[in-house]
């Protein structure tokens, strides 16, 4: 979903670049692509990296001091490679500030009009929300304390856009739900829910021959939920139809021009 | 050898899997079967979904064992929830030398953190309440469901990140002098020193501050850290443990799976099975042709096809793995009936 997204985006001449947090490489399996920190230009218009918190973390320092041997020191250092590993909250932080660095004004210059992060999934993308917050109210004082407050400043305003995508099933939806209320707690702001993998809502009045019963009570739940489950007080900002493909780079392409058809007819969110 | 009987020796059985797979319910279903089977089964998970839980007895603030009568079977099937703030607090309090270092640690702010949300803290508590379980002998199989990470291999690697946090050459720089000495003052290595500049310069002396206390009181506590770490490694390396893989069909996720499975051999813990967890639909798996009118239908079917053949592909490719298909049934789960229900789907693969 973000990758298509991205593509839309670029596709419009916006200057795009899709980041893929942590070390699942999903965008390297599909582009066939080494993929790194830095961003590496894929098609027109769109670039993509993969940021972790070390690899922030050491850019910023690289910022900070300009010196290379410095940052190297830092990190060739033993008790620093510990709490680098280990100290709470300091990858979080560290990502969180490269998520935010443009709007912040702080490292190295990002020179893209969007930048679309495929989050991580539930658990793991609320605890690096409460990264920010929690680190402000425990150190009140000094660069962190201060860099923490503009982080979430940053993730809390009206440049910073949350999706929240779901498919139409019960589980999914209900957890989805839940997910834009906490981010909504967590931030203030509220998320669009995107519905995915939606399958045709008009069906025809009785089942073709040889379908078999259990995908003809399938399509009907799904619909009906996909119609009927309640998202509010949440926005829908999409409905995306389910493509029968086992190449994700033909459901990107794909996905990326029903987001272009869509924004032609109802504007961009 | 069928996936029951590839676990059915075991007295512990590891479920892990990025997250989203269906892990959860696949534990609960696990401890079904096992408890049909005449066992006494303990079910450990992090953070259920609503209704998972609810189906499990699994309220909210409960995290004794409770025991789930309608998945029984001969045996007996105990669920149970881990909470790391919990966990952490009382680890603290049992090996303290002092009631005020307890009081002092929990004060801490950086404690507050780890304790709660933050990287290998929960990996660290699940692991410590798995190995306080098997210590009491109380069951004759406890299964682990991992809490979730973005990657397989982060749960095995997160207890380690823990435990070198609290490795003694490390932490002897923030405690010599018992924190009335400046941290600066007390670090002799010139490169060390830069190191910690370089640090304050980023995160200025009150986190330092923090961070000098954190260690401080954490530091009576790093032998047990480091003998509790010890013993889950000797558990989960022992013969009487089982890792279950979980995973989903799609292929990306199929060769992050195997980098695991390698991985995990590699680091000298015992054979695991993969579960493929929601293949494809029940339907499609209980036939072979589908002929019809239907165009949506068949381009599913075309789709389905595709993904058989890719899994029997990935399948002859890694021999050395056993893998298991499971079907979806499409049907949300709404009780323990549904897990039972799955529990047996589970005893024909």
């Not at chain 1, 893929?20 to 599909?30: A, D, K, P, T």
């Not at chain 1, 940053?154 to 834009?180: D, F, I, K, Q």
């Not at chain 2, 004794?64 to 079977?73: C, D, F, H, I, K």
Request: glycine residues 8%; proline residues 5%.
């Amino acid at each position: 979903m973000a990758a298509s997204l991205a593509k839309s985006l670029a596709v419009q001449g916006r200057k795009t670049l899709l980041v893929e947090l942590g070390g699942s490489r999903f965008f390297e399996f599909i582009y066939g692509e080494r993929l790194g920190f830095e961003p590496k230009l894929l098609e027109k218009n769109l670039c993509l990296a993969i940021w972790e918190g070390e690899a922030c973390l050491r850019e910023y320092l690289q910022y900070l001091f300009k010196l290379s041997r410095l940052v190297d020191l830092f990190f060739d250092n033993r008790i620093m490679q510990a709490l680098v590993h280990g100290a709470p909250g300091l990858k979080e932080l560290a990502l969180t500030g490269k998520i935010t660095s443009r709007e912040r004004r702080v490292g190295p210059e990002l020179p893209f009009d969007e930048i679309v992060v495929d989050a991580y999934s539930t658990g793991h993308f609320l605890a690096l929300l409460a990264a920010p917050p929690a680190m402000a109210e425990a150190i009140s004082f000094g660069p962190m304390g201060a860099q923490s407050r503009g982080i979430q400043q940053v993730l809390s305003s009206e440049g910073c856009r949350y999706l929240v995508v779901v498919t139409p099933e019960e589980l999914p939806l209900t957890e989805g739900h839940e997910l834009a209320h906490a981010i909504q707690r967590q931030v203030g702001r509220s998320p669009l829910i995107v519905k995915n993998r939606c399958w045709p809502s008009v069906m025809p009045e009785t089942p073709p021959a040889n379908v078999p019963a259990d995908f003809w009570e399938t399509w009907k739940s799904r619909r009906d939920l996909q119609q009927h489950f309640d998202l509010s007080p949440f926005e829908v900002g999409g409905e995306l139809p389910q493509i029968w493909s086992n190449d994700n780079r033909h459901i990107i392409d794909r996905l990326s021009l029903i987001w272009l058809e869509e924004w032609e007819h109802h504007g961009a969110h | 050898m069928g996936l029951i009987e590839s676990l059915e020796s075991a007295k512990v059985i590891v479920s892990t899997g990025t997250g989203g797979v269906g892990k959860t319910t696949i534990s609960a279903a696990l401890g079904a079967v096992m408890a049909r089977r005449g066992k006494k089964v303990l079910v450990l998970t992090i953070d259920p979904a609503k209704r998972l839980a609810q189906a499990l007895g699994l309220n909210e603030g409960i995290f004794e064992p409770v025991l789930v009568p309608e998945a029984s079977g001969k045996g007996a099937f105990y669920a149970s929830m881990i909470d790391p703030k919990r966990i952490f607090d009382r680890f603290v309090e049992k090996f303290s030398p002092q009631p005020e270092i307890t009081a002092k640690l929990k004060a801490n702010r950086l404690y507050q953190q780890l304790v709660t949300a933050l990287t290998g803290s929960q990996e660290f508590t699940s692991m410590d309440r798995l190995l306080s379980e098997v210590e009491k002998r109380q069951f004759d199989l406890v299964i682990l469901d991992t809490p979730p990470t973005q990657n397989a291999v982060d749960f095995l690697r997160a207890p380690k990140r823990v435990v070198g946090l609290f490795d003694e050459r490390i932490t002897k720089w923030f405690i010599q002098g018992g924190g009335k000495v400046p941290l600066f003052s007390r670090i002799v290595s010139r490169g060390t020193k830069a190191a910690v500049a370089a640090l304050e310069k980023v995160t200025g002396s009150e986190f330092l501050h923090e961070l000098s206390d954190f260690f401080e009181q954490m530091s009576y506590l790093q032998g047990q850290v480091k003998e509790r770490s010890r013993r889950v490694e000797e558990l989960l390396k022992g013969a009487d443990t089982r890792f279950l893989v979980v995973a989903g069909a799609d292929e990306q996720k199929l060769e992050e799976t195997k980098s695991f499975l390698e991985e995990l051999g590699q680091s000298g813990f015992h054979s695991s099975s993969l579960l493929l967890n929601r293949a494809y639909p029940e339907w499609f798996s209980q036939g072979d042709s589908f002929a019809s009118d239907g165009a949506f239908f068949n381009e599913a079917v075309a789709y389905y096809q595709e993904r058989r053949q890719r899994l029997e592909r990935f399948e002859n490719e890694n021999s050395f793995i056993s893998i298991f298909r499971l079907a979806d049934s499409g049907k949300p789960l709404n009780g323990v009936k549904d897990i039972v229900k799955l529990s047996e789907a589970l005893e024909v693969l």
